[in-house]
């Protein structure tokens, strides 16, 4: 018992800093040599604490990584990896889709690494590839494309 007090009061100390994902936390006690089935229950008990949530945590990720320019399609593809369900990332993707604009957010990102029309086609090509890597889909690429290559 003195050990699960131990574990929990570990977990209450990652949580406090920023909000964690299951998996991540999960990672976190054991890589500090809490054993898989005793931090899966620590961090079940939490969770039904509402003290750990992977909805608050899909949330605060998908802001933060909007607010570093990326697109909608990273960040899903990244709170996968972390262990949020699509059940769990989509609503929080949705919410955030209700405030701004992706291609809007393309524009600046490309505005802020490029500024420049593309001179020829194989720059062109170089600076949709950065947008895909950022996590922009195919139509807001075309659009930020499109728009650079209009003049003012």
Do not use: C, N
């Not at 992977?54 to 990326?70: F, L, N, T």
């Amino acid at each position: 018992m003195e050990r699960e007090a131990e574990v929990r009061e570990q977990a209450i100390r990652l949580l406090a800093r920023r909000e964690h994902s299951v998996r991540e936390l999960a990672f976190k006690l054991t890589r500090r040599g809490v054993p898989e089935e005793l931090a899966e229950a620590v961090i079940a008990r939490l969770a039904q604490e509402g003290l750990q949530s992977d909805a608050r945590y899909a949330e605060s990720w998908v802001r933060h990584r909007v607010e570093q320019g990326y697109g909608p399609l990273r960040i899903r593809a990244e709170l996968r990896e972390r262990g949020v369900a699509d059940a769990v990332a989509g609503p929080a993707l949705a919410e955030v889709e209700r405030q701004i604009d992706w291609a809007d957010l393309a524009r600046q990102v490309w505005a802020r690494r490029f500024g420049v029309a593309p001179a020829d086609l194989r720059e062109r090509a170089r600076q949709q590839r950065y947008l895909e890597r950022r996590g922009f889909a195919a139509g807001h690429i075309r659009q930020v494309m499109s728009a650079a290559a209009q003049p003012d």
